[in-house]
């Protein structure tokens, strides 16, 4: 890895309180990395050796232009910016493959091997931003601020590329009014703050409008005449002409205050922020022809309160001991879906053995919830019988008075189980009674990504040069989707590594081996136990 991060600037004063400052910072990072996976054990065995090497670069520049103008009439004290700036980053990435080792005495890419594989992608995008700031302020106690900005990005059309934002904030040091002296012993700092504003932003790659791209993976070529031809293939993601920026309009009220000549500090907020034409990927009908598109969803609002505490709790000579602390909570509500959205979305957070579509937005609700099937334990020996003839595990069919199965099966849904359906499987609840799992009713809100609250505290100490700090940091009444754990523990697919996850250690996972004689009794000449 390689990363070089510089910048240089210039500074012109023509007249008192004006600065005129120039400047052009470069970020440039260059990551290569070669691996080599032996023929001979770990995951080289399913390839018969693989070797990869793969390279990438990232060049961003920014070029700032600013005009300060700092000025000050009797107790009304005044700072003027405006200034422009310009950004450019590109990106290229290349990786080239080779599996298939005919020789393990090889260990590395120049080995002779069977097979071979390269591709790449290039990004390039740009922005421009004319912006501008008034600050002003009486007598450091009455604080105004007025600013402005107006972002032009390359990825968007033209006809939604430029943005339009801004906002206010005001503050009053109340302590440094003339009614707060009985106040001065104890109370350092009590200040009031008041904020407005919209910002933007726009989460797309750089072509993700491009119709058609190209193909670079060698083994997905056109070849005429045993020579591979450049070639181009329809853009897995539709275009939306009519995309524009994401805005946020952020409202704010604060307090901060300080006590014993502010050796403690307590401030406090409250935020409310309403998020309009939210940019999300939407996976599209497979008939649609394309994956999926980028389109503006829909609103959502974020409400809630942080408060934090510093204190110097020891200052003496030769030590300290600071303590810090804060929490926040925050409502999170979906106002409304956009389109052909209507009050619900789907999403995925990932492949499971039960389905991808395992989240949920839904209209008045919170965001990251958890959608899926409820477990009920695994399957066991006494629901199934083995048919002799089939040499398969048959699930028991009796009914109860009102005709549903005792046993429900959950087979319509273990896709990926196969023929090996039986005793082991996961067992999932019967939410609707009739025995059968399905996705349209056998589903419902499992858990809630987003915490009740977060929080942390942290101890600064020093002695006599030496410091030491522990911090601590918590998130309290969010669920955790562990699909790793779910695809762990269901007798699916490729068991490799499964026996690492401490769910499925000897003594807890389900075994077709019958401890006493050592004989697979799940399928096979022993398979009836």
């Not at 030590?319 to 926040?328: R, V």
Request: proline share 2%; with cysteine.
């Amino acid at each position: 890895v390689d990363r070089m991060i510089t910048s240089f600037f210039g500074e012109l004063t023509p007249l008192k309180g004006l600065t005129l400052k120039t400047q052009y910072s470069i970020d440039y990072a260059r990551v290569e990395t070669n691996r080599f996976w032996s023929p001979l054990h770990g995951d080289g065995v399913n390839y018969g050796g693989y070797a990869t090497n793969m390279s990438s670069k990232n060049n961003k520049w920014t070029w700032t232009n600013t005009a300060t103008y700092d000025f000050s009439i009797k107790k009304h004290h005044f700072n003027l910016l405006a200034g422009m700036e310009a950004t450019e980053n590109k990106y290229s990435y290349w990786l080239a493959e080779r599996y298939g080792l005919l020789d393990d005495k090889f260990t590395n890419f120049a080995g002779p091997f069977s097979n071979a594989d390269a591709g790449g992608s290039i990004s390039n995008n740009s922005m421009v931003s004319y912006f501008g700031r008034i600050n002003y302020d009486y007598a450091s106690k009455y604080i105004l601020s007025l600013n402005y900005r107006r972002d032009g990005f390359s990825a968007l059309s033209k006809n939604n590329r430029w943005g339009n934002f801004g906002g206010a904030s005001a503050a009053w040091r109340i302590s440094d009014e003339s009614f707060m002296e009985w106040s001065k012993d104890w109370l350092s700092t009590l200040k009031m703050r008041a904020s407005y504003g919209k910002s933007g932003n726009a989460r797309v790659g750089s072509y993700w409008r491009q119709t058609y791209s190209p193909v670079t993976s060698t083994k997905n070529l056109y070849y005429q005449n045993e020579i591979g031809q450049s070639s181009l293939q329809p853009a897995k993601r539709l275009r939306n002409e009519n995309l524009t920026w994401e805005s946020k309009f952020s409202t704010n009220v604060g307090f901060d205050f300080g006590f014993f000549n502010n050796r403690i500090n307590l401030t406090f907020d409250y935020y409310n922020d309403v998020t309009k034409d939210l940019i999300m990927e939407v996976q599209l009908p497979s008939n649609a022809g394309y994956s999926s598109q980028y389109q503006n969803l829909g609103q959502t609002t974020n409400r809630g309160v942080e408060l934090s505490l510093n204190a110097n709790l020891v200052q003496t000579k030769d030590f300290y001991l600071d303590f810090n602390f804060n929490i926040a909570f925050n409502k999170n509500k979906v106002d409304a879906l956009y389109g052909a959205n209507g009050d619900e979305m789907i999403l995925s957070g990932g492949g499971t053995e039960t389905g991808s579509d395992n989240y949920r937005v839904f209209v008045g609700q919170e965001v990251g919830l958890m959608y899926g099937y409820v477990s009920d334990g695994m399957y066991s020996f006494d629901d199934f019988t083995f048919n002799p003839t089939t040499k398969k595990w048959d699930i028991v069919t009796t009914k109860d008075e009102n005709g549903v199965p005792i046993v429900t099966d959950c087979s319509g849904v273990l896709s990926r189980a196969g023929g090996y359906f039986g005793p082991g499987h996961m067992k999932l609840k019967d939410l609707n009674g009739d025995g059968v799992i399905d996705a349209d009713n056998d589903r419902k809100v499992i858990g809630h990504a987003l915490p009740k609250h977060t929080g942390g505290f942290s101890f600064n100490a020093g002695w006599k040069g030496f410091d030491v700090t522990a911090m601590f940091n918590w998130s309290y009444g969010n669920d955790i989707l562990n699909i790793n754990k779910v695809d762990y523990t269901s007798y699916t697919g490729s068991k490799r590594y499964q026996n690492l996850s401490n769910d499925m250690r000897l003594a807890n996972r389900f075994t077709t081996i019958d401890p006493a004689t050592g004989l697979n009794i799940y399928y096979g000449e022993y398979a009836n136990p």
